[in-house]
């Protein structure tokens, strides 16, 4: 991985057919026939997972939902290449990732029903919650994967973020410094074409990969719809973590199929032709064809998988609709690891105001309670 790379890696053509990449084939030559149809399951799986939590918030059952629609490429295939002691650091829209990563699909719309705080225990999967902070999980990274390095872990850490999250000093900030200290992380910013409605040319002239060469990190540009290329490169990064070689950068193109949240209408700015264009590189279409192309494909796997994904989906849905309401005093729970002042007063008060009948001290002004 280097700045002569060249880019985008690719080693599944639109159409299916293989690509001659001896460098980067060589990092996937042991998924076999099994392992191929299980990457396919994955990208079926996390588009049902989407599209039915999609649902579930135009019907009025979740707040809001950050779509991966046309991503599950990038996040399946980057996913497969970690260990379950590596450490991710998401932003908002990897719930394949979380899913790749263990997540019971039950929880995944916790936050995004308003119960809870978090969707998973971080701790039981070695991922992080959605983060709405756009960019700060860079430095979050940064930060971890420089501490596990002290400590003698020989693991890998991996940022995710957009490229609208690129042009944050945040992520500029944790490039710096990860590249001063050679910390173990792997940077993935899912180039997704558009940061809300500001198209990705906004926020950079060049490819995004060559902002890491001005840190000195090594970068690859990879066609983010290809499973197998993904795979191969993030295999590369995370392995060149783990053995001390710094940090890495991934640019992997990839579109943004539908809105960026549910409270989103990509209509107004983007034309149905770009995404007439990028339907034809669709990540699942493009796996099933290398699937027939190879003789790997039959109407009772089709069933299989499908049967799967609507298991899974109907998991979220009853998860989601049968989700109890929290207590309201529970608001103040896990917001830090030990008792704060700061807390304690505001549990305090908020108790007052529920009862109805605060004290004269902590009575709220006018118009705190409209």
């Known amino acids: 991985m280097s700045e002569k790379s060249a ?156 490229d609208g999250a690129s ?39 060049t490819p995004i990969v060559r902002r890491a060469y001005g840190y000195g990190i090594p970068g690859v540009q990879v066609d983010g719809n290809d499973v197998l290329a993904v795979l191969a490169v993030t295999r590369q990064a995370v392995q060149r973590a783990r053995t001390g070689g710094g940090p890495s950068f991934i640019e992997a193109l990839t579109y943004r199929m539908g809105p960026h949240t549910t409270a989103d209408d990509p209509t107004r700015y983007r034309s149905a032709a770009e995404t007439e264009q990028w339907q034809r590189r669709d990540p699942i279409d493009r796996m099933r064809r290398l699937l027939e192309r190879e003789a790997l494909w039959d109407e009772a796997f089709e069933r299989r998988v499908a049967a799967r994904a609507d298991e899974v989906a109907d998991q979220v849905r009853t998860a989601t609709i049968d989700m109890p309401d929290p207590a309201p005093m529970q608001l103040f729970d896990h917001v830090y690891t030990t008792p704060h002042p700061l807390i304690t007063e505001e549990r305090r008060a908020y108790a007052e105001y529920l009862t109805g009948d605060p004290g004269p001290s902590s009575a709220p002004s006018e118009g705190v309670r409209s």
């Open 167 to 205: 042009s944050q000093g945040d992520i500029a900030e944790a490039m710096g410094f990860a590249a001063s200290w050679s910390a173990p992380v792997v940077f993935f910013c899912q180039n997704n074409q558009w940061a809300i409605s500001a198209p990705v040319r906004v926020q950079s002239e």
């Open 7 to 162: 880019y985008p890696i690719q080693l599944v053509q639109p159409d299916g057919r293989r690509v001659f990449d001896r460098e980067h084939a060589a990092s996937v030559a042991d998924i076999g026939p099994e392992q191929l149809r299980a990457l396919y399951e994955d990208l079926v799986v996390t588009r049902r997972i989407d599209t039915e939590a999609t649902a579930l918030q135009r019907q009025g059952q979740l707040g809001l939902w950050p779509p991966l629609l046309g991503q599950e490429a990038a996040q399946v295939g980057s996913a497969r290449a970690l260990r379950p002691d590596d450490y991710v650091f998401c932003s908002y829209r990897e719930a394949a990732v979380a899913y790749c990563r263990g997540v019971d699909p039950g929880s995944l719309t916790r936050l995004w029903r308003g119960t809870a705080h978090h969707c998973w225990d971080p701790a039981a999967i070695n991922m992080t919650n959605p983060n709405i902070v756009v960019g700060s999980q860079g430095l979050h990274a940064t930060g971890y994967a420089y501490a596990a390095h002290l400590d003698g872990a020989e693991i890998a850490v991996i940022a995710y973020f957009g």
